[in-house]
Each structure stands twice: as C-alpha cells, then as structure tokens.
C-alpha cells in the first residue's frame, strides 16, 4: 500500500509542480533576471514612429529603418553612418528590407522624434533606433555600440519578422 502511495504522489506531483511553478513566474516575473539575446535596450511599450515614413510613396515600400540621431557631429556622424551602411551590407540577401537613416538636429522628423520621447525624459541625440515596416520604434542603442550587436539583432528580427 505504501509503493502505491508513493507512485500516486509522485504522478501527481508531474502534473502539479509544473503548474506551481508557471503560476509563480508569472506573478512574481519581477523578481527573476532572465538573459535576454538582444543586445539593444527593448522599449515596452514600442513608440510610434510612423512620421519616419513620411517620404514613402506607399505603403508597400516601407522597409525597417536603422536611424541615427545626431547633434551635429560632423567626424563621428560620418563614422556611424559608414558602420551602419557596412551593417545593412553585412545582411546579404535581407539587406533590400532594411534602410540607413541619419537625422541631424535641423530635420523635422528629429523635432517630432523629440516630442515622441519628451514625455519619458529621454535624450534623443546619438543614438540609434530600430523602427520595424508598421512605424514601431521598439529599440535603440547608444552610439557607441559595437555595429556587430546591431546586426545581430537585425538579422534575429528579420529571420522572425513576418512583416517588411
């Protein structure tokens, strides 16, 4: 009787402990640091950023957009958008669904980004953002990133992406 009760408990137990234990990372997800593969920082919600695509003709042609806000630099700009170019490069065959953006201070849709981001006491200037085909601005990076996290991440997005 004793074997018996043990092989029903442990049965049991198969099917309960599973539930205990997705029921308690649910609740208290907060509490438990899991490794993330990106190497951006993911905004949660993402923005909108749909005043990016304000120089499309269609809405067939929006693609991702890799965005690059600047102040004003003039050496450093050009070095960033060099390595982002080399980026969209380094995609091969998914490079036609990814473009190269570089808003400085004087353009309007870097006044728009701004009052996107005004609310969140967020600094626009030197970064990098990725804005997927529906106007979602849902990562960004510091300029000093290394370009090869940027394509990682890219390619990832692209493999997974059913959209652009």
Known sequence: MNKKNTILFLLTMTFVLPLIASGLLYYYHDHFRFKTINH???LNPSLDARFLYTDMRDETERTWRVVYTSDGCAEQCKKIEYQLQQVKKALGKDSNRVNVIL???QDMRMKKL???FIRQNF???????LVDPLGN???YYSSLVNPMDILRD?????EVSQIG
């Open 103 to 105: 808003l400085s201070h």
């Open 114 to 116: 701004k009052n996107v």
């Open 154 to 158: 890219l390619k990832r997005v692209l």
């Open 40 to 42: 951006g920082i993911l």
């Open 137 to 139: 601005l849902f990562m």
């Open 123 to 129: 600094v626009v200037q030197n970064k990098i953002y």
